[in-house]
C-alpha cells in the first residue's frame, strides 16, 4: 500500500469518526490540541492521536518484518543449533518420562472434606510443577539474612524427599552476591543511609498503617515525592509502597477499553498484568524493534478499533529502560521521534534503570540525553540503585493529580513506610550530590568500571552474553535445564550467591544465569567470581562466543 493509499484512507476516517482529541479517563472532557506539534509542557496530557501523514510520503506498508539494526546489535548472537536442539530434546524427554510415570501412578488430586467436587488444582502448571520444577527447585528461592550487599550469608538447606520439602542444615555460607540489584551499593548495613533510616523509625515509628488518602501521607511522603520530580526532571511525582503495584494498579488508571498500547514483548510481568486490567487492545512488537513498531502503530492507527473501525481514543508505547531478563537498553530518542509523529504517549518503565544510567544516574533519559517532558509517564522503582521499596510515576502536574485521585495503589493500599521513604531520600541526595560531597559520582564511577571489567573477561573467555555493553544485568545464554542448575548449585558450593531462569520466565531454549554488577564490588570479588566460570564453562563447555577474545589478555580495572 502506497503512501497515498494510506492518507486516503485516513481521511476517509476522518470523514466518518474526526480524529479531533481524545477523552480523559472516567469522564468526558475533550482536549483540543493546540498544533501538529505535542506540546509536552501543557498542563493536560491528553493530545491527538492523529498521524502526521506528511512523513509517510514515499513509503510503503510491507507486511514484512522491519530490520533494525540497533535491536539486532542488542540481542546478540543466537546460541548454537546444536544446543537448541538438545534443550527442546531434553524438555521432551522430561515431559514424556512425567506422562508414563502418571499414567501408572496418578497424582492424588481429591480435595479433603470436598467429596464429589472439581479438583483445584489440576493442570498443565501442576505437572509442570511436579516433573520439571521440583526436582531443581533447590536452584530458587534460597534464604539468606544480612544485608544483600557486595557480599550476603546464604542459609544452607537440604532435602530428604526428592526436593518436596527442604530444612535448613544450620551451615551458613559467605558469598560474593552477583544476583542482587544492589546497582550502587546502598544496602549497607553501616553508613549515611542506614543511620537515617534509623532516626526515621525513632521518629516516625516502623509504619503508617493507613491508605495514603486516609491517614498514611506525612511529611516525609510530600518530601520524598519533590526530590523525586527534582531528580528525574519532571514537574510532580507520585510515589507507592509496592513497585510491582506501581504497573499493576495505575495503568488502569490511564487507559481503558478503546484505547490502543503498543508494548514490547520481552515487558514485565506487572505492565502486562496492568494491561490486562485496564482492558484496552495490547499490540505486541518485537523486542526493542523501533521498526516494527513503527509499523504495527501505523497499521493499527489506519485500521481503527478492530470492531468499529473507529479512531483509538488514546495510544501508548510501554517500554522498560533496562529489560531484566535480557540486560538490553530501549533506544529512546527513536521512540520519541516516533512517539511524536503519531501522537501517541510514551510510557518508558525505570525501574531498571534509574540510578544505573547516565552520567548523573538519571536514568536512560539522562543516558541518551533527552529531555524528560519528551517522555510523557515516567515510572520507576526504589529496590534497585536505591536500596529500598516502592515506585514512582511522573510527570506533568495534570497527571499526577489525575493519579492521585484515581489510582487504586492510592486508596487502598497501604503508605510507605517511613524508614524507607527516607533510604531513599539519603541515598537519592548522595547521587544527586546534596550531601556535599562525590560519594555518588563516585558510585556511579565505580559501576561502570565494574560492568566494563567484567563483561570484557567473560568474552574474553568465550560466554556469550545477552544485552547492551553499559547495563548492569549481564544474562549468559546457551543454557539448558541441567547445565542451568549444575551451574547454581556449583557456584553456591564455591561461595557465589547467583541467579539463574529458566522456562516459563524465558523461552525453552533461552535459560540463562543473571549476573547483576554493583559499585560496591571490588577486583577480588570480579575475579574470584570470574574464575569460578572460567572453570565451570570448561566443564559444561557453554562456551558459545564465536568472537571471544584472549583469555589470558589483561584489563585494566
Known amino acids: 500500500m502506497k503512501a497515498e493509499d494510506i492518507i486516503n484512507r485516513i481521511n476517509l476516517i476522518e470523514k466518518k469518526a474526526p480524529l479531533n482529541g481524545c477523552l480523559l479517563p472516567h469522564n468526558k472532557t475533550k482536549f483540543t490540541p493546540s498544533g501538529p506539534k505535542h506540546n509536552s509542557t501543557s498542563n493536560s496530557f491528553i493530545s491527538s492521536v492523529k498521524p502526521d501523514c506528511s512523513k509517510l510520503k514515499g513509503l510503503e506498508v510491507s507486511s514484512v518484518p522491519y530490520v533494525d539494526k540497533h535491536a539486532e546489535e542488542l540481542r546478540g548472537e543466537d546460541i548454537p543449533l546444536h544446543v537448541a536442539f538438545f534443550t527442546f530434546l531434553s524438555y521432551g524427554v522430561l515431559l514424556l518420562v512425567g506422562y508414563i510415570k502418571e499414567f501408572f501412578s496418578p497424582p492424588s488430586s481429591k480435595e479433603r472434606h470436598r467429596e464429589d467436587y472439581v479438583p483445584l488444582f489440576v493442570g498443565f502448571e501442576s505437572f509442570y510443577f511436579r516433573n520439571v520444577y521440583r526436582p531443581i527447585s533447590d536452584c530458587f528461592c534460597r534464604p539468606i539474612c544480612g544485608v544483600p550487599g557486595e557480599r550476603m550469608t546464604v542459609l544452607e538447606r537440604t532435602s530428604h524427599n526428592n526436593n518436596w520439602d527442604h530444612v535448613l542444615t544450620g551451615r551458613k555460607i559467605d558469598s560474593i552476591n552477583v544476583g542482587s540489584y544492589n546497582y550502587l551499593g546502598f544496602a549497607e548495613k553501616t553508613g549515611p543511609c542506614h543511620d537515617a533510616a534509623a532516626r526515621a523509625i525513632s521518629s516516625l515509628g516502623v509504619a503508617v498503617a493507613s491508605a495514603r488518602t486516609e491517614m498514611g501521607t506525612l511529611e516525609i511522603h510530600h518530601e520524598l515525592e519533590a526530590l523525586t520530580a527534582e531528580f528525574v526532571g519532571t514537574e510532580d511525582a507520585i510515589t507507592f509502597g509496592m513497585g510491582f503495584a506501581t504497573n499493576a494498579l495505575n495503568l488502569p488508571s490511564l487507559m481503558g477499553p478503546g484505547c490502543l498500547v503498543l508494548s514490547d514483548e520481552c515487558n514485565h510481568a506487572s505492565l502486562i498484568l496492568g494491561l490486562r ?18 509499523r504495527r502503530i501505523r497499521r493499527a ?80 522503582t526504589f529496590t534497585k540503585s536505591f536500596a529500598a521499596a516502592g515506585g514512582y510515576i511522573a510527570g506533568s502536574k495534570a497527571l499526577i493529580q489525575h493519579l492521585r485521585m484515581s489510582s487504586d495503589a492510592q486508596h487502598y493500599a497501604s503508605a510507605m513506610a517511613p524508614a524507607v521513604a527516607q533510604q531513599i531520600i539519603t541515598s537519592m541526595s548522595i547521587i544527586m550530590g546534596k550531601d556535599g560531597t562525590d560519594e555518588g559520582q563516585r558510585r556511579l564511577r565505580a559501576l561502570k568500571r565494574n560492568i566494563a571489567y567484567f563483561r570484557k573477561h567473560m568474552e574474553n573467555r568465550g560466554f556469550l552474553l545477552f544485552g547492551d555493553p553499559d547495563s548492569p544485568v549481564m544474562p549468559l545464554l546457551g543454557l539448558p535445564k541441567g547445565p542451568l542448575s549444575f551451574l547454581v548449585r556449583e557456584l553456591s558450593n564455591r561461595g557465589v550467591a547467583s541467579v539463574g531462569v529458566g522456562f516459563p520466565a524465558t523461552k525453552i531454549t533461552g535459560a540463562r544465569m543473571r549476573f547483576c554488577l554493583s559499585a560496591g564490588h571490588d577486583k577480588q570479588s570480579l575475579d574470584e567470581v570470574l574464575k569460578h566460570l572460567n572453570e565451570l564453562g570448561d566443564v559444561l563447555c557453554c562456551k558459545y562466543n564465536k568472537h571471544k577474545g584472549r583469555a589470558d589478555l589483561q584489563i585494566e580495572w
Open 277 to 294: 486490567l485496564s482492558g484496552a487492545t495490547v499490540k505486541v512488537f518485537r523486542h526493542n524493534d523501533c521498526n516494527d513498531l513503527e
Open 301 to 380: 492507527i489506519i485500521d481503527g478499533h478492530p470492531r468499529t473501525r473507529r479512531p483509538w481514543k488514546k495510544v501508548f508505547i510501554i517500554v522498560e529502560g533496562i529489560y531484566s531478563m535480557e540486560g538490553s537498553i530501549c533506544n529512546l530518542p527513536r521512540l520519541i521521534e516516533i512517539k511524536k509523529k503519531y501522537k501517541a504517549y510514551l510510557y518508558v518503565d525505570e525501574a531498571h534503570s534509574i540510578g544505573a544510567l547516565g552520567p548523573r544516574g538519571r536514568g536512560v533519559v539522562d543516558y541518551h540525553n533527552c529531555d524528560p517532558k519528551d517522555v510523557d509517564i515516567l515510572m520507576g
